[in-house]
């Protein structure tokens, strides 16, 4: 049943589950960069995970309507997407939230968000071979090589922001 469910939703459990990683891990590696300070992080973190994970998922509910596709349809992908994003995009502010508890230091939790994020790449990289009965060692190495490759250049571009403000 459960892979029934990803065979049919896949494209929007990958779309929505790497954009919420990619953007949430983004704005902790920028923010780290520009030493902004982990409770700014997890403060954007989580309105980024809210706010782009409605808009991806109505983007994706009207652009599957500009196709004139069934109403009810179009709403279930609209939710995955939602869903997908709102959860994996949540699990590299994890460990953040561990440093807000003085559970973590601040360069533990960074640390510890950039391998969570690793895994949940590795994770939705998985599932996209194993639905798509693909190579799985290539799959995750592919995601996680682009995620990796965008939380790189958020933290240039922080590092260059922390020399201006």
């Keep these: ?17 790497i954009d919420g990683i990619i953007t949430t891990f983004a704005i902790v590696a920028s923010v780290v960069g520009a030493n902004l300070g982990t409770g700014v992080a997890l403060l954007l973190g989580f309105a980024n995970v809210l706010a782009d994970g409605f808009s991806m998922a109505s983007s994706n509910y009207l652009s599957e309507r500009a196709d004139n596709k069934d109403s009810f349809e179009s709403f279930k992908s609209a939710i995955v997407t939602f ?5 994996l995009g949540s699990m590299p502010l994890i460990a953040l939230i561990g440093y807000t508890m003085g559970i973590l ?19 939705v990289g998985y599932v996209k071979a194993y ?7 290539l799959s995750v190495l592919e995601t996680l090589a682009i995620g990796l490759i965008a939380a790189a250049i958020a933290y240039g571009v922080g590092q260059f922001a922390k020399g201006l403000i």
Aim: glycine share 4%.
């Design 131 to 137: 639905i798509n009965e693909k190579n799985k060692i």
């Design 83 to 87: 869903i997908s994003f709102v959860i």
């Design 1 to 17: 049943m459960i892979k029934n469910f990803f065979t049919k939703y896949v494209q929007e459990f990958v779309y929505g589950g």
């Design 105 to 123: 230091t601040s360069d533990q939790a960074v640390i510890y968000s950039l391998i969570t994020a690793s895994l949940t790449f590795a994770f």
